[in-house]
């Protein structure tokens, strides 16, 4: 079955600063992947997705790049604000597939 | 538009019991999914329902199970409850053909 691996688990990055986290999947059937933003107490939010045949996709300070050769995929926030801090998931789906996998998750913290 | 509504919010129960954990899907969605997620872990699969039949599920025990009504409303049931339950329990929506997945803000349950 798939397996994804997500990195860091934990990032402190200064206000204004870019945080990137990283998630490695192990399934080439895979071509959809979310990412998930939860905040303390509620369930998790959808920040943004991309499928396979796509190999970037860009919202406001949030973007997400693919790529399929190496089977991994990332999340870039810019100019980071407290608000960003929570804990962001990654996951992944095959077509067809109703399960989404997800990684372990990164608590993200930003430092004012 | 009414987002995924979850109750009870939290819930107390012993080992051995039963319970039944409630959820409505987002306006315009007619497919549910459940996760549980242990205390700092990613969520993960437990079952979907389409048409009110189970259409997939992950790896758990047949003493979870669940219902889907007509409403696309969705129940899930776990019997003979251990302290591995100990979780937050999440129910998602979606609509068929697209890929998006919606959480609600989770069931807290605990076994003692």
């Known amino acids: 079955g798939e397996n994804v691996e997500q990195h860091p688990s934990t990032l402190s990055v200064q206000e204004g600063d870019s945080a990137v986290i990283k998630c490695t999947y192990s399934d080439s059937a895979s071509n959809y992947f979310p990412w998930y933003k939860q905040e303390l107490g509620k369930g998790p939010q959808l920040i943004i997705d991309i499928r396979s045949n796509v190999g970037e996709k860009k919202d406001q300070r949030i973007a997400v790049t693919l790529n399929k050769t190496a089977k991994h995929f990332s999340l870039h926030i810019t100019e980071t604000q407290p608000e960003d801090s929570a804990v962001y998931f990654c996951a992944a789906r095959a077509f067809g597939n109703e399960k989404l996998t997800f990684g372990t998750g990164t608590r993200l913290t930003i430092i004012p | 538009e009414t987002g995924v509504t979850q109750s009870p919010t939290h819930l107390i129960k012993t080992r051995g019991q039963q319970v039944t954990l409630r959820c409505s899907s987002q306006?315009?969605?007619?497919?549910v999914s459940w996760y549980q997620q242990a205390l700092g872990q990613g969520p993960q699969f437990i079952f979907q329902?389409?048409?009110?039949?189970?259409?997939g599920r992950g790896n758990f025990p047949p003493r979870f199970s669940g219902l889907q009504f007509p409403n696309y409303s969705s129940e899930l049931n776990v019997n003979a409850l251990e302290l591995d339950d100990s979780a937050l329990y999440l129910c998602?929506?979606?609509?068929?053909?697209?890929?998006?997945?919606?959480f609600g803000s989770g069931t807290q349950l605990s076994v003692l």
């Open positions: 998602a929506s979606s609509k068929t053909g697209n890929e998006k997945l919606f």
């Open positions: 329902y389409y048409r009110e039949e189970e259409n």
């Open positions: 306006s315009g969605h007619n497919t």
